[in-house]
């Protein structure tokens, strides 16, 4: 039977993952010393036949190799699953990379006085537009590629829809929350079919990832 094949995404969350299988017991040296490799094996010392691969991707494309059925599972931020939406099952949260999108504006400013046409700027158009569809504001989003901090200082944009988790990139460039958006933190998705078809090993691992998560 060949192993599951869970994507990561690669970076932090990669790394709190790895200290996930390491707490589940699994031998990850293979991933941690990788070089440029990007298929790995992850082994279960006690239990070979519970063996898994490690994908390593960007995040949005964990999404689309795992709605493709080509990865079993994937982990990946809830920042990437609420933009780019797709059709799998979301079945746990890991509890790490957590932060969260909030709406942040010029200090001083009042983004909600008045009843003027408001621009803002994203790199997240899907997760702002849904945000103000809930709040039945008509509000033009402007899709920004890089640090969209910047669309308000040079005054393309009344306000942004961004990441934040310390707050200290809005702090030095003079931006605040005005309100937040959406609890962000990784989470375990997996493919429909596979979901079906290896029911029980897919419960097994999720399982015991579940029960090796850090509690904070
Ligand atoms: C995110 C986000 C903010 C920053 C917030 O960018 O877009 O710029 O982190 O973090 P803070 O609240 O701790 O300051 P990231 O560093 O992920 O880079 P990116 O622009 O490549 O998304």
Redesign the pocket.
């Known amino acids: 039977m060949k192993p599951i094949r869970i994507a990561l995404t690669k970076g932090r969350l990669e790394k709190d993952t790895v200290a996930l299988f390491d707490r589940m017991g699994m031998d990850t040296s293979q991933v941690k010393d990788k070089g440029r490799r990007l298929i790995l094996p992850v082994t279960d010392p006690r239990e070979p036949s519970r063996s898994i691969e490690v994908v390593l991707a960007k995040a949005a494309d964990v999404i689309t190799y795992v709605e493709h059925g080509v990865c079993d599972l994937g982990v990946v931020g809830k920042d990437t699953i609420a933009e780019s939406g797709g059709s799998f099952y979301e079945v746990l949260d890991l509890g790490f990379g957590r932060c969260r999108f909030a709406l942040a504006a010029p200090g001083g400013s009042d983004f909600f006085a008045g009843y003027h046409a408001r621009t803002v700027a994203s790199?997240y158009p899907n997760v702002s537009r849904a945000y103000f569809g809930r709040k039945g504001m008509d509000v033009e989003i402007i899709k920004i590629e890089?640090?969209?901090?910047l669309a308000p200082l040079l005054g393309l944009s009344d306000a942004i829809v961004?990441?934040?988790?310390?707050?200290?990139?809005?702090k030095e460039n003079g931006l605040q929350v005005i309100e937040d958006v959406l609890p962000i933190s990784a989470r375990v998705i997996v493919n429909m079919a596979c979901m079906k078809l290896r029911k029980s090993e897919i419960e097994t691992l999720i399982g015991s990832m579940e029960q090796h998560l850090c509690v904070k």
Not at 146 to 149: K, N, R
């Open positions: 790199k890089g640090s969209v901090e961004d990441i934040v988790e310390t707050g200290s990139t809005l």
